[in-house]
């Protein structure tokens, strides 16, 4: 079914819909505009018999607890629930999955129907925009004292924020390479140190990186499309290579 537990926003569907609410709202759209935007980036979803249900009650939950429950999507979500929502495709899980998704559901009823909170102001969250210009090379020293290299390779501009693109340079040495000698180092194979994809998106609102600034690389690369990437946050990046570092050299710690 593509969830990952009873609850109503275990489900994909369930996120995205309130995702592309928030969203809305966030952007200035009204109440109504907000909610057909959402209606109609979901028709295909709402037209199936499974989905249609998450849709519905996901919208009406996100609605309710911003203060912004229309009628027409209350009276929609009751209707989902009244007719036993999706509790016929949950009795594939058996009788405790049945049990659970009806608690959650009560959950979801008791939202709609009870007292509604005061209408909430919904704000755009300040972008998280990097200061790391492109070309910028970075360096995380592992306990092994070796020096790992990566190099600001593109910015990732998305919705909420600008993010560094990292490619890994094929070092991992004691010494720190002077800045004129950059230029000269390679970007690290596709693949090497069990390391699959081409570059990393840092997306991590945290400014502060942790790592040494190295230099600059003086000589443009030729950019690559984001074809084989991974996104993750500073200190994912230096657990990894903290890992991969013991991997390689941890005989000799």
């Known amino acids: 079914m593509g969830v990952d537990g009873p609850g109503l926003f275990s489900d994909d569907t369930a996120l995205d819909v309130r995702d592309a609410y928030r969203e809305a709202l966030e952007d200035g759209a009204t109440d109504a505009a907000a909610e057909a935007s959402v209606l109609a980036a979901f028709s295909d979803s709402l037209a199936d ?44 899980t058996g009788p405790r999955g049945v049990e659970q998704r009806a608690a959650a559901l009560e959950k979801v009823r008791a939202q709609l129907t009870g007292p509604q909170p005061k209408r909430r102001k919904v704000r755009r969250p300040a972008r998280a925009v990097t200061g790391l210009p492109v070309g910028q090379v970075l360096g995380h020293r592992a306990r092994s004292g070796r020096l790992y290299l990566m ?52 997306m991590d609102r945290n400014q502060g990186h942790g790592l040494a600034v190295i230099g600059s690389l003086t000589i443009a690369r030729e950019g690559q499309q984001l074809a084989n990437w991974t996104a993750c946050d500073w200190s994912d990046l230096t657990q990894h290579l903290d890992q991969r570092d013991r991997d390689r050299y941890g005989a000799q710690h």
């Open 151 to 202: 190099r600001v390779a593109d910015l990732f501009d998305t919705r909420d924020g600008l993010y560094p693109v990292l490619r890994f340079l094929d070092y991992a040495e004691p010494d720190t390479p002077a800045s004129a000698e950059l230029d000269d180092i390679d970007d690290l194979a596709i693949g090497a140190w069990l390391i699959p994809p081409v570059e990393l998106v840092i």
């Open 49 to 92: 018999d499974d989905e249609g249900v998450v849709v519905w009650l996901a919208l009406a939950y996100s609605q309710s607890k911003l203060g912004r429950l229309s009628d027409m999507t209350r009276q929609r979500a009751l209707a989902v629930l009244d007719a036993g929502a999706d509790l016929a495709r949950w009795s594939e």
